[in-house]
């Protein structure tokens, strides 16, 4: 894969370059799709329903069903919209979010671009969706949408400082920031044991990211009718709801690499079993969580949303910052 | 024709374009996603010359500049609020000749400055957030704790400022 990367573009190896990005695009549907219908399954169990169980075989056609009466809707714009913004602003959530994915090592070989800086790509990137965000919720020319536009920017620009925190002690630990390197640094122990503390805030500052329960204010339907998205419907709206679990998805990847070994084994002796699978299981695993989570908790109240960022995550993330700066000092005989 | 001169040809295309969109949009947030797109642009020429971590500190603290900015704009403005356009013709004439002679100036410099050859091609693998660290912490190390220091100052002074208007009836 990387070595197509220094080639000289040519008509053979442009063609691989978007072949490769159509497949993980197919392999990204594949998994919003069958997250949807996972989703409302468990809930559904969850509160002793029984869950979607009608189109299809057990319901297996759900999702489809419902993206195909998404997309063959009539697609609105309000008559003062801002056209332009208005179009722009799906596309500026969107792309972030596919875009974060190209650094990401599935396995040893899968991986599109090895980023000594892969981290801090991420987080980089991730942070240009909070632009779309506002623009979404500004172009509407909608006081319910302007609102909740701006109360998700204050959210996820709020908790981004403790989600960049917490993975300072992962890079601390390893010495860089290339997931790959970060991922190989874990064969003896996963990251999850010496750095809890980080891997605490980092679950819960990622849920605030992702827009997920407890923190899904911004799509808080009882007070603000929806948030910024309240003026899409069709592709448009399809489009906000894919960022939303790409981003899912790429957070999911970024927590199995960050704290759960990526593509290593539990115990070396089970090394027969390709890294993939392994990748998969860890992966699903954190995906579940989020439903749990979802079926379990309250949404939290917008006042105390921020003072948690700030008050509660902030300074424990600090100190573990503190605490792996001084076991790492120590260990490497500094005193 | 390279991969890296097809990249740099749009880059540049973008970086001027959103510059020059933002000076001739009417709108604030039109012009602040102008410049959004020129900062980002500008990131993206960074990693074309094989500095990837000052390319992704771009887009780290710019975007979130952006959305600040763009907050800002959209609570300090009216919702359809329009500059007010250009002035009388005699400054706009004096501007052209002012920028003509700026870019003259620039020019000239950069066409005489003699750029040191690299002596070796820097290898693109080597991580270079690595380097950064080790030349901040050795060789930069005190512009780097002044400036650490004067960004504190800033934060307490706006906290400062904040406060005051806060304590007024």
Redesign the interface.
């Known amino acids: 894969m990387s070595e197509l990367l220094q080639q ?2 040519s008509l053979g190896n442009t063609l691989w370059f978007v072949l490769a990005a159509v497949v993980l695009l197919a392999v990204l549907l594949g998994f919003v799709t069958y997250a949807i219908y996972f989703e409302r399954k468990v809930i559904g169990w969850m509160q002793l329903r029984i869950g979607p169980n009608r189109v299809g075989p057990l319901g297996l056609l759900q999702t489809v069903a419902d993206v195909t009466k998404l997309l063959i809707k009539e697609d609105t714009r309000p008559k003062n919209a ?1 056209r ?2 208005f179009t ?1 602003a799906p596309i500026l959530a969107y792309a972030p979010a596919f875009g974060v994915l190209a650094v990401m090592p599935f396995t040893e070989s899968i991986q599109f671009a090895d ?3 892969g981290l ?2 991420y ?3 991730s ?2 969706t ?2 779309g965000v ?2 979404a919720g ?2 509407s ?1 909608n006081k319910y949408s ?1 609102i909740g536009g ?1 109360r998700s ?1 204050a959210q996820m ?1 709020s908790y ?1 400082v403790p989600l960049v925190m917490s993975v300072v002690g992962v890079v601390l630990l390893t010495g ?3 997931l790959r390197e970060i991922v190989e640094a874990q064969r003896d122990m996963w990251n999850i044991i010496p750095q809890f503390l980080g891997f605490v805030v980092f679950i819960i500052a990622a849920q605030a990211e992702l827009n997920r329960t407890p923190f899904d204010l911004p799509e808080a339907e009882s007070e603000l009718v929806s948030g910024y998205h309240v003026e899409y419907s069709g592709f448009r709206f399809a489009m906000f709801m894919l960022a939303e679990y790409v981003y899912m998805f790429g957070m999911a990847t970024l927590i199995t690499v960050l704290f759960l070994g990526g593509w290593l084994p539990i115990i070396p002796q089970l090394d027969f079993i390709p890294g993939i699978i392994w990748f998969i299981l860890k992966f699903s695993a954190y995906v579940f969580f989020q439903f749990w989570l979802r079926a379990t908790m309250p949404r939290m109240r917008v006042d105390q949303l921020m003072s948690f960022a700030w008050k509660v995550l902030l300074p424990v993330a600090l100190f573990n910052i503190l605490l792996t700066a001084v076991v790492v000092s120590y260990q490497s005989g500094m005193f | 024709m390279s991969g890296e001169f097809i990249a740099f040809f749009i880059l540049s295309l973008l970086t001027i374009g959103g510059a020059v969109f933002m000076i001739s949009f009417t709108r604030v947030v039109h012009m602040v996603i102008s410049l959004g797109v020129t900062f980002i642009s500008i990131a993206g020429l960074f990693v074309l010359l094989g500095a990837e971590f000052v390319g992704v500190s771009q887009i780290l603290v710019y975007s979130g500049a952006i959305s600040i900015l763009m907050l800002f704009g959209i609570m300090l403005t009216k919702h359809d609020a329009k500059d007010e356009g250009a002035g009388p013709s005699w400054k706009n004439r004096f501007a052209l000749v002012f920028v003509a002679i700026v870019f003259g100036l620039i020019f000239w410099g950069i066409q005489n400055t003699p750029w040191a050859e690299p002596t070796q091609p820097v290898p693109s693998a080597v991580s270079n957030a690595k380097e950064i660290g080790i030349e901040v912490f050795t060789k930069y190390v005190i512009p780097f704790e002044l400036l650490s220091v004067l960004l504190l100052v800033s934060l307490v002074g706006a906290i400062i400022m904040a406060k005051k208007e806060e304590d007024k009836p």
């Open positions: 000289a573009p801002d332009a913004l722009l980023l000594g800086i801090l790509y987080i980089a990137l942070g240009i909070v632009l506002i623009t500004w172009a020319n302007l701006l920017a620009i981004e860089s920031m290339n």
